[in-house]
C-alpha cells in the first residue's frame, strides 16, 4: 500500500485523521453498517458489491495512477487530476448501481450507493473552479445517512467530521470555507438522494 509520508512540519495527528478518515474508510463503515441494518448477512453482501464499486476499484485506480507517476498521492490534491479520478470514479459507481438493481439488491442499499453518486456528481461540478473538500462532504454525508437509518443519536458523531475538517485545514490542504463548504453539500445531497429513493 502506498502510504502518504509526512512532512517534517506538518501535524502527525492531522496526517493520521486524513489518512485514517479517509472518503475510503467512511463508504466501507456505511455499505457494512447501512446493509447489516437493511437486510443482516445479505445486506453486508450487498453492501460489499456496493463498496467493491465505490471504494475498492477507485482506490485501484489511484494507487495505478500513483504508480505511474500522474498523481502524488492517494489524496489527489491538484485539481485538474482530481477531475479525471472523479469521473472514473463517476463511471465505476454508476456500474455498481446499474450491476445491484440488475440483481435484486435492496432498494435501501441502491439508495446509499445512489446517494454517493449523486455527491460525487456535484463536487465534480464545483471542483474545476474551487478545491472543495472530499474528506468533509462524505464524512459528513455518511453520518448524514447513518442517522437516518438508525436514528437521529447518531447526528452525535458529527464532531469526527469537525475533526476530519480540522485535518483537512491543518495539512493546509483545504481552507475552512473549503471544509464548510463540502460538510455542507455532502449532508444537503447525499441525505436528500438517500431519503428519496429508498
Known sequence: MTATLTQPTESR???????GLDPKTWIIADTLLIGWHTAGLA??????????????????????????????DRHVGQRQQRIVVMVFI??????GILLMALLGS??????????????????LA???????????????????????TY?????????????????????KDHT????????AVGAAVAATTFGLIR
Open 90 to 95: 463517476i463511471g465505476s459507481v454508476a456500474t
Open 13 to 19: 495527528s492531522a496526517r493520521l485523521i486524513t489518512d
Open 151 to 171: 436514528g437521529p443519536w447518531l447526528l452525535l458523531a458529527y464532531p469526527l467530521v469537525a475533526v476530519v475538517g480540522w485535518s483537512r485545514v491543518e495539512l
Open 43 to 72: 445486506g453486508i453482501g450487498w453492501g460489499l458489491l456496493g463498496c467493491l464499486f465505490a471504494a475498492v476499484i477507485p482506490l485501484a485506480f489511484i494507487k495505478y495512477g500513483i504508480r505511474r507517476g500522474r498523481w502524488a
Open 106 to 123: 435492496p432498494r435501501t442499499m441502491i439508495a446509499l450507493i445512489a446517494a454517493m453518486l449523486v455527491t460525487l456528481a456535484a463536487l
Open 126 to 148: 464545483v471542483t474545476p473552479a474551487w478545491k472543495i473538500s472530499v474528506h468533509a462532504a462524505v464524512s459528513s454525508g455518511s453520518v448524514a445517512m447513518l442517522a437516518m
Open 176 to 183: 475552512l470555507a473549503q471544509v464548510l463548504a463540502g460538510t
